[in-house]
């Protein structure tokens, strides 16, 4: 089992800045696939940005050059950095790990809101 502990959401206005964290309780080397997921209300889940053990990325094409996935192997954590903040960006973010000794089994945070307002 992983526990993801998820922070960093919060109210914004439209251009600002918000920093998502995403603490696991082991180790991420044993990740090979690092995802960040947003549900807005009334939709369905969308991936927003990917990181593989590799360090490739992938991103939603709404959020290219405004989000960054990264991670910090010392604190066993990955980050969202979300840059010029639009009100379509509201959502509940969730992170999402998949072991490297599993290709079905991922790992689900508890999300954590995000608000743009205009």
């Known amino acids: 089992q992983v526990q993801l502990v998820e922070s960093g959401g919060g109210l914004v206005q439209a251009g600002g800045s918000l920093r998502l964290s995403c603490a696991a309780s082991?180790?991420?080397?044993?990740?090979?696939?690092m995802r960040w997921y947003r549900q807005a209300p009334g939709k369905q889940r969308e991936l927003v940005a990917s990181?593989?053990?590799?360090?490739?990325?992938n991103y939603l094409d709404s959020v290219k050059g405004r989000f960054t996935i990264s991670r910090d192997n010392a604190k066993d954590s990955v980050y969202l950095q979300m840059n010029n903040l639009k009100p379509e960006d509201t959502a509940v973010y969730y992170c999402n790990v998949r072991p490297i000794t599993s290709l079905t089994t991922t790992y689900w945070g508890q999300g954590t809101q995000v608000t743009v307002s205009s």
């Open positions: 990181l593989t053990n590799g360090g490739n990325t």
């Open positions: 082991r180790s991420i080397f044993s990740f090979n696939l």
